[in-house]
Antibody, heavy 117, light 107 residues
Framework: EEQLVESGGGLVQPGGSLRLSCAAS????????MNWVRQAPGQGLEWVSF????????KYADSVKGRFTISRDNAKNSLYLQLNSLRAEDTAVYYC??????????WGQGTVVTVSS | DIQLTQSPSSLSASVGDRVTITCRAS??????LHWYQQKPGNAPKLLMY???TLQSGVPSRFSGSGSGTDFTLTISSLQSEDFATYYC??????????FGQGTKLEI
């Protein structure tokens, strides 16, 4: 069964860093445009970052630009999100999501990031 | 940036009711509009893509319509498992995507 599994979340102090991972099973990440989407506690969904299948295009939401970095390791069939200079408002569940025809057709279960002192 | 406004923000309904949720875009997005269902503690689930195409495995009581700036998601006869939060999302400005603020459907 095709699936996405995120890991790497945790509690971090403001200004700290964290690296999130998203491992894909039964399909190749390099065949799809992949994304990170987050959801703050009790809030709606916010798109965070995009990584194209061809690796030619990377995009970020303005709220994370310059602080977060998306990457992919084809050998490990994994997607990553490096979170630096973390702020309280970055506290959220972070999902990786596979894109097809502009829609997020597959989601992982999410990993929780809490930024607090 | 393209903004999406959903209405209502919350909705009370009963099993068997017909329910309609609206999503309005700040400018024309053609049919680049998708709908998701999210239950507490779970990841969102894609229901409808390209405004009116049902995702595989989604019950036919769900339908979508619209083009341009105004879109609707309709549930023809509510079932108990449909009580959840629903989000719209646009891909017209992809890969810069935006979501609506959500509509919570309650009993």
């Amino acid at each position: 069964e095709e699936q996405l599994v995120e890991s790497g979340g945790g509690l971090v102090q403001p200004g700290g860093s964290l690296r999130l991972s998203c491992a894909a099973s039964e399909f190749s990440l390099s065949d799809y445009n992949m994304n990170w989407v987050r959801q703050a506690p009790g809030q709606g969904l916010e798109w965070v970052s995009f990584f194209s299948a061809s690796s030619g295009t990377i995009k970020y939401a303005d709220s994370v630009k310059g602080r977060f970095t998306i990457s992919r390791d084809n050998a490990k069939n994994s997607l990553y999100l490096q979170l630096n200079s973390l702020r309280a408002e970055d506290t959220a569940v972070y999902y990786c999501a596979r894109l097809k025809m502009g829609a997020f057709e597959m989601w992982g279960q999410g990993t929780v990031v809490t930024v607090s002192s | 940036d393209i903004q999406l406004t959903q209405s209502p923000s919350s909705l009370s309904a009963s099993v068997g009711d017909r329910v309609t949720i609206t999503c309005r875009a700040s400018r024309s997005i053609n049919n680049n509009l998708h709908w998701y269902q999210q239950k507490p503690g779970n990841a969102p689930k894609l229901l409808m893509y390209a405004a009116s195409t049902l995702q595989s495995g989604v019950p036919s009581r769900f339908s979508g319509s619209g083009s341009g700036t105004d879109f609707t998601l309709t549930i023809s006869s509510l079932q108990s498992e449909d009580f959840a939060t629903y989000y719209c999302q646009q891909s017209y400005s992809g890969p810069l995507y935006t979501f609506g603020q959500g509509t919570k459907l309650e009993i």
